[in-house]
């Protein structure tokens, strides 16, 4: 009888659970049905969407890219770091190698250094290189100038801009002659009208661009020559660049082909104030006469009083120094003399190797003069700059006029002399 009774109860149970569960069915049925159809046209695109971007091409992810070819850089640079300095060293001007190292360190370390970093193995960018720039277009030199070559690197990307806007006629190489020559640029004709924006001009892609490129054996006259240096001698003109050599290939080219005249042109440069060797007073070069008076004179021409060495015979000195806060003028007294068209003998394999219009101009040169030109020794070439677009300090190029140790500052001292 009890369990009777308890059958009798759970199937009494279970008959209520059933009746409950079909009225919940037939009141959420609707609205259950209702939000599934409403979803299947979402579904249906989202698949849809799939299917149409696994059938299309993948795009070309500009920024990726970029961002993992400076990776690759910063870190192959990295690498050569510790080689460069132990190689370049060794190089027949090792006092040129002491004044970069120091030079490019100080730059980075008190943050005056400007994209593109970091400035080792380059002509560095500074602080106040938009106002050295102004403070060149003052100089009356290149107001009478017609053509103005100047070099591609990003410092002096404000000269270029000023030749253009300025009516004059630009030319400046293809970066380490690599893919050419040079190119001319002028604002305003037929090939560059002047609706267009002279600022898409100054970079090396805008003058392959934009630009109309010359032979070697065009008729063009060079009245000024603007160039980017590492560090400069304010006695004696002495340069130092960035270790590669294309300043004095490009004014040996020129001059010997007759486009300019090596003793009458003038070569200004534009620089920070602490890129100019002050004595040794202040850094960098404070440090570098210490450690030079440590180490003892070397046999390179370097003494207590300066860290320059003898330049080589093909080395191309500076006449006018332009910073953002001064313009210096070398004293015809001290100035190194410059010298004229290519030194064969002094140009390494490598780098012949290297520039294919050097090997055309050697060539059509024996074929002129019927002999064979001399080789100059071997040599290894120096590693390429990286770019690493998070540097400190943020990029800009240029920005504001800085003094020595990157604190504001507006041009003064105009015309010293030292």
Known sequence: LVVSVVISMMHHQLTVAFAAAAVAAIFLLPITSSAFTASLPRSRSRLSSRLADASSPPSFDEKAFETDRLAKDAQAMNE?????????????????????????????????????????????????????????????????????????????????????ENDKTLLTPQPRLRTGFFQTLKHGTDAIPSHTPIESLTSSKGAAKYGTPITLYEKYTVDLVVVGSTAVCPKTGARVGKGEGFAELEWGILSQQGNLDASKVLVVTTVHDSQVFDGGVEEPWKSLMEQQEKDGVDDDGTNSQTPFGSLTQHDVPVDIIVTPTQIIRVPDETKLPKPSGVY????????????????????????????SLPSGPDEVLPPTASRNRKGRGGGGRGGRGRGRGGGRGRSSGRGRSM
């Open 80 to 164: 050569m770091s510790e080689v460069a300095t132990q190689e370049f060293a060794k190089l027949r001007t090792p006092w040129k190698w002491r004044i970069r190292k120091a030079v490019w360190d100080y730059l980075e370390e008190k943050n005056i250094a400007q994209f593109p970093r970091p400035v080792h193995h380059r002509i560095p960018n500074f602080m106040g290189a938009d106002e050295a720039a102004e403070n060149l277009a003052s100089l009356p030199e290149f107001q009478a100038a017609n053509m103005v070559k100047v070099n591609p690197d990003t410092p002096q990307r404000r000269v270029r801009h000023l030749v253009l």
């Open 344 to 371: 064969w003998d002094l140009l390494s394999p490598q780098k012949l190797a290297q520039i294919r219009v050097l090997q055309e101009l050697k060539k059509r040169t024996e074929e002129n003069l019927g002999e």
